[in-house]
């Protein structure tokens, strides 16, 4: 089965600063696609970023990008110019038949 | 706008009461998925509808129910809930099997057993 792995369960950044949060995953798919979602307190699931594993150019959204490296089946999640609205939970997920999330990383902005 | 409506907010039930929970949708999605998240963890995929086909995760409880009646409605249904189910539950719908381009979530319904 596959598995998403986010190894840091909580992050901090300072406002106006970049992060990156990680995630890896594990596959013998070559067709699958990958998100990040943010979760703020209100539980809502908010689409960031996503990522098809046939396109090469690593996706870009305003300050969001990613780092996809297929070889490593690595999926980094790159915040520029942090916010104080960015402070959420995000969670890494991989799809190809069904959706499914890593454990999640805890963002903290500090002001 | 289009989007995945999930009643109530907020839902509290008796330990063994049957509850149900709704999710409705505007996007004329034909498959829509029924998630369980507890506090901190990742949302849990419990089953999904594709179309009229009903499809079960594996490690889904008995105790875990589900109706699509048609295709702007989906139910779930928990028998007899116990302390453990207390969570919130994500309804998701995507435009076709592996529409993941049309991936839309719900605002989620907290269930509290008390």
């Known amino acids: 089965a596959q598995t998403v792995t986010q190894s840091q369960p909580e992050m901090s950044v300072q406002e106006a600063e970049t992060v990156t949060l990680s995630c890896t995953y594990d596959?013998?798919?070559?067709?699958?696609?990958l998100f990040w979602y943010k979760q703020p307190p209100s539980r809502q699931m908010i689409l960031v970023i996503r990522q098809e594993a046939y396109k090469q150019q690593n996706a870009t959204e305003n300050r969001f990008s990613v780092n996809f490296q297929k070889a490593a089946k690595s999926f980094s999640l790159k915040i520029s110019d942090s916010q104080l609205g960015d402070a959420a939970m995000y969670f890494c997920a991989y799809v190809d038949n069904d959706m499914r999330f890593g454990a999640g990383t805890r963002l903290t902005v500090k002001p | 706008d289009a989007m995945v409506i999930q009643n109530p907010r907020y839902q509290v039930t008796q330990f063994g009461k049957p509850v149900t929970l709704s999710c409705s949708q505007t996007l004329n999605h034909n498959v829509m998925y029924w998630y369980q998240q507890k506090s901190s963890q990742a949302p849990k995929l419990l089953f999904h509808y594709y179309d009229k086909d009903f499809n079960n995760e594996a490690d889904t409880p008995d105790n875990f129910q589900s109706r699509r009646p048609n295709t702007s409605f989906c139910f779930l249904d928990i028998r007899s809930p116990g302390l453990g189910d207390a969570a919130m539950y994500l309804c998701?719908?995507?435009?076709?099997?592996?529409?993941?381009?049309?991936?839309?979530f719900g605002s989620g319904t907290r269930l509290t057993v008390v």
């Open positions: 998701a719908t995507s435009s076709n099997y592996r529409g993941w381009k049309s991936y839309t």
């Open positions: 596959t013998s798919e070559s067709d699958y696609y």
